[in-house]
């Protein structure tokens, strides 16, 4: 690799006029050999020429150089070319004030097409370019260490630099920056170091670079991060997507001061991969951001750039505004999130790895490339290099980072960062039972004092391992203690919270990490704690069982052969280390319930002694829920049996509220119902539903149950059984299949009335009726029916004759119930219809329980008035009423009709026509002829006259 060291002024050629570059010679130093120290390489001197006294051939003179091996220079590139080079790279000519470079010292750093990189810093009042162009094929490697890496972290002079690396003419020292121009050096605005003594990026005195603590020095960019919190993320955003996207923008940076860009600019190189580090190329102040090459611009209040245009911002630039500008919208990014955190917080950050810090040499950008980003992820190093992972275990150890920092991460991004917080619990600061025990596991120790269990491996710079920190940088020593299980912990179930798939393989090792330094003795109940604690899924619960669980469900498995004594300590193992997917558990919960349930008194002892030595309140939940589950409704009786017996007390000491219900009531059944004063039959019952949701009945499986544990197989009282309907409800009661036993609603009621009808038109649907319950229910519902003209007379009168026959004998209630809807379906129909078959016959044939509701309806007096308005004026009734009371000696008539057609006759219907006119008489005389013939005309004479006469 070469050197050059080329000296500008901004000059105005005496022929032309034209204001450009004009290069000043730069001396050889005497001095600078004498600088080399003992071991170090050879260095050749450059011959230098006299520039042309007044400059105006155009010829650029030689200027200081320098070659890597030997003395012979390597090949240049044109040295006019090279002076459009810097023109380019710092603007010279353009911009306002286009005369001068302006008063404010500009640093900037460009790649040329050749590969080769160029480092100018302006001064001598805007008049003056110190110019370092760098070629050959180690250029980018060496840019690395100087100048951007080297600005950024604040490390030593560039003497140490080249003496190591570089064989050249000019060297470093004073005989390098040697100034014709009297103005050149001694411009107070020459330093870029705001701070006295603090060196500056070309100082003159002391070196290229600032000295160790400098303003670009870790510890001030620290505060200088702090002091622009809110800009820093997504200005590293921005100068991450610099290297994603080829097409990408420029960033410009406003700010008042050069200084200020400056600490912008080594803040992105020090938060940079490294290997990156080269391909940043920036000014630290342009006129004209239009024409500027470099990825990061800086510009002043002055410049010729519209802040506040929307395209500008949206569209063309990236515009990080210090002037109280709105700048472009911010741009977000995991990996910016998290290291401006770090800088926040004044944590280094991780070194870039080995695998990283490699570049090619000849992939540089060209200055005359307007966007600034001729280096893509095409031709930069490994793009993992900005992978958040690599940050995460500084962050965990910080205590910076969340999990639902974790969740914003993707597929292989999260699961890296995943597996670097499963390897930092190897080295955990917490024991195998945090917050707990303390202490850990030997493995677990040994890893934490391994070099590989120490992440997080101190601040991103561009030096070598043994550069000299700067003051107040945080060292190895310094970094935060590795972090503790209970804070991984938290971590993963915050994960869990939002991934759990991603939060297993960490549970699963924080898991394995509490349980590698526990004891035999004590590993039971810790694996129980592991598994409370941690959001282990079905899966890893299962592995950690097979893992640390051993035999012990087998042990059990083994044990229930022997007597139930012998069960306490393999159970208690057993359940210790959650073994419950094998069937050591599920046959000994199987065997308790069924020796609970029994009828012998030893075995439900024996049960009792077992569940209360090993003291798990789980197991014993399990066990009731089996004893409260298992088996129809007559094992209710045992239940209540048990609750009856000694162990009563036990039972009762161990329900809650969650506790199965049937046994809850079984419970219940035998504390209120006990023998002597013990509440029986409906009183039992209802005390019983007061136990229940919402203190009533509402599943058919419940009714089952607390019908059993009430009557256990005898029937209820038949006075109780209106209050059982009611507040069960048929419905219910046939769900249950209970309907057979409350028959005695409909088949012997103490009346009828809607609610019976209710009850039998439900009692339809059980399917345990006899045909007489069945009959009596379905003639009760038709005479329902036929009083509501629901159903029409005519077409149900056979229905209801077999029906009486099917439901014989009925109950008097039911045949006075029955008897009193027919009438009344009766009185209400059309007279028309009474007159004619089948009504005709079956009303004639009735007996007291029809006939006499019959007449009492038809003579009371509402329906008198009403007959006695409406009949006159309908001839057609009269003629129907007459047919159907007239005097009959058909077969089959009963004395009780003839008596009350007789009545009814000569009550309702011989009034009414002693009060028709002649006109009114003929119009009967006239249906009766139509509809009954002339015999029957003159009997309707005969005994209307007759009646007349009378």
């Not at 010279?92 to 010292?105: I, K, Q």
């Not at 809650?656 to 049937?662: A, E, V």
């Not at 004063?677 to 019952?685: K, M, N, P, T």
């Amino acid at each position: 690799m070469a050197i050059r060291h080329l000296n500008y002024r901004l000059d105005e050629e005496p022929v032309t006029g034209a204001v450009r570059l004009v290069p000043v010679p730069v001396p050889p130093d005497p001095e600078a050999a004498a600088a080399v120290p003992e071991g170090g390489s050879t260095r050749a001197r450059a011959s230098a020429s006299e520039p042309d006294s007044g400059g105006a051939s155009g010829a650029v003179p030689a200027q200081a150089s320098g070659s890597e091996s030997g003395g012979e220079p390597g090949p240049w590139a044109d040295d006019a070319e090279v002076a459009e080079w810097v023109a380019l790279a710092v603007g010279a000519g353009r911009g306002r004030g286009a005369d001068g470079l302006g008063r404010e010292a500009r640093f900037s750093f460009s790649r040329l097409p050749d590969g080769a990189s160029l480092l100018c810093r302006t001064g001598g009042a805007g008049r003056g370019v110190r110019a370092i162009h760098l070629t050959g094929a180690d250029a980018a490697h060496f840019a690395e260490e100087w100048p951007v890496t080297l600005l950024a972290a604040g490390a030593g002079a560039l003497d140490s630099v080249t003496d190591t690396d570089t064989d050249t003419d000019a060297g470093t020292g004073t005989g390098g920056d040697v100034d014709p121009d009297p103005d050149f050096n001694s411009d107070p605005d020459f330093n870029s170091g705001s701070e006295p003594g603090s060196g500056s990026a070309l100082d003159s005195g002391t070196g290229e670079l600032p000295v160790p603590g400098g303003p670009f020095g870790t510890a001030e960019l620290t505060r200088f991060a702090r002091a622009h919190e809110p800009r820093v993320a997504p200005f590293l955003a921005d100068v991450r997507r610099l290297f994603d996207d080829p097409a990408g923008r420029q960033l410009v940076v406003a700010e008042e001061s050069p200084d200020t860009v400056a600490r912008w600019i080594a803040l992105a190189c020090a938060s940079l991969p490294p290997a990156y580090v080269p391909s940043l190329t920036f000014t630290t102040r342009a006129a004209d951001p239009g024409r500027a090459p470099q990825h990061i611009v800086g510009i002043g209040p002055d410049a010729d750039f519209d802040r506040f245009d929307s395209a500008t911002l949206d569209h063309l630039y990236r515009v990080h505004d210090g002037l109280d500008g709105p700048g472009s919208p911010p741009a977000t990014d995991i990996w910016a999130t998290w290291t401006a955190r770090l800088w926040i917080a004044g944590v280094p950050l991780p070194r870039a790895t080995a695998a990283t810090a490699t570049v090619a040499a000849d992939n540089g950008a060209a200055p005359d490339a307007r966007d600034g980003t001729a280096d893509s992820a095409d031709s930069a190093p490994d793009s993992d290099a900005f992978s958040p992972t690599r940050l995460v275990p500084v962050l965990l150890r910080a205590g910076l980072l969340s999990g639902g920092d974790l969740a914003e991460l993707t597929g292989d991004a999260r699961r890296d960062a995943v597996a670097a917080l499963v390897a930092a619990v190897r080295v955990s600061g917490g024991g195998p039972a945090a917050g707990r025990t303390g202490g850990g596991s030997s493995a677990g120790r040994a890893r934490e004092g391994s070099p590989e269990g120490r992440t997080g491996e101190g601040p991103s710079t561009g030096g070598t391992a043994d550069t000299a920190p700067d003051p107040g940088t945080p060292t190895a020593d310094q970094a935060p203690p590795p972090v503790g299980a209970a804070h991984l912990t938290a971590l993963c179930r915050e994960l869990h919270a939002h991934d759990p798939d991603a939060a297993a393989p960490l549970a699963l090792a924080l898991a394995r990490h509490r349980l590698g330094g526990v004891g035999p003795r004590d590993l039971p109940l810790e694996l129980a704690d592991v598994c409370a604690e941690l959001p282990l899924g079905e899966h890893a619960e299962r592995a950690l069982r097979a893992e640390y669980g051993g035999d012990a469900d087998e042990a059990l498995w083994r044990a229930l052969r022997e007597p139930p004594e012998a069960w306490v300590e393999p159970l208690r193992l057993a359940l210790a280390v959650a073994a419950d997917g094998g069937r050591g558990i599920d046959a000994a919960m199987k065997r308790l319930a069924r020796a609970l349930r029994a009828s012998d008194g030893t075995d439900r002892e024996q049960a009792a002694h077992v569940l209360d030595a090993v003291d798990y309140a789980p197991l014993t939940r399990r066990v009731l829920k089996l004893l409260g589950s298992d088996g129809g409704i007559g094992r209710l009786d045992l239940l209540r049996d048990l609750a009856a017996s000694p162990q009563g007390d036990w039972l009762r000491r161990n329900l809650d509220d969650h506790s199965p219900q049937p046994l809850r009531l079984a419970v219940a059944a035998a504390q209120w119902g006990g023998p002597g004063a013990g509440l029986r039959g409906v009183d039992l019952f209802g005390r019983l539903a007061e136990i229940l949701p919402g203190r009533r009945v509402s599943d058919a499986a419940t009714l089952r149950q607390m019908w059993r544990l009430v009557w256990r197989g005898t029937e209820p009282a038949p006075a109780d059984l209106p209050w059982i309907a009611r507040t069960c409800t048929v419905p219910l009661l046939v769900q249950a299949g209970l309907g057979r036993h409350i028959t005695g609603v409909v088949t012997a009621p103490d009346r009828v009335d809607q609610e019976t009808v209710a009850f039998a038109r439900d009692l339809l649907h059980e399917r345990g009726l006899n045909r007489r319950q069945r009959a009596t229910a379905h003639l009760l519902v038709l005479a329902q029916d036929l009083a509501d003209r629901r159903r029409a007379l005519p077409q149900s009168v056979h229905r209801l004759q077999a029906l009486h026959v099917d439901a014989a004998p009925l109950a008097v209630t039911v045949r006075r119930g029955v008897g009193d809807l027919v009438a009344l379906s009766l009185v209400r129909a059309e007279a028309p219809q009474l007159a004619r078959p089948p009504v005709f016959d079956y009303l004639i044939s009735s007996g007291p329980e029809l006939l006499g509701p019959y007449r009492q309806l038809m003579l009371d007096e509402r329906r008198r008035d009403q007959l006695d308005r409406d009949l006159p004026l309908q001839p057609e009734d009269i003629s129907a009423y007459y047919y159907l009371w007239r005097p009959t000696r058909r077969p089959g008539t009963s004395l009780d009709w003839r008596q009350v057609a007789q009545e009814l006759l000569r009550e309702i219907l011989a009034p009414v026509v002693a009060r028709l006119d002649e006109r009114r008489l003929g119009e009967v005389a006239t249906v009766i002829a139509n509809r009954q013939g002339e015999a029957r005309v003159r009997e309707w004479n005969a005994w209307r006259h007759g009646f007349h006469a009378g």
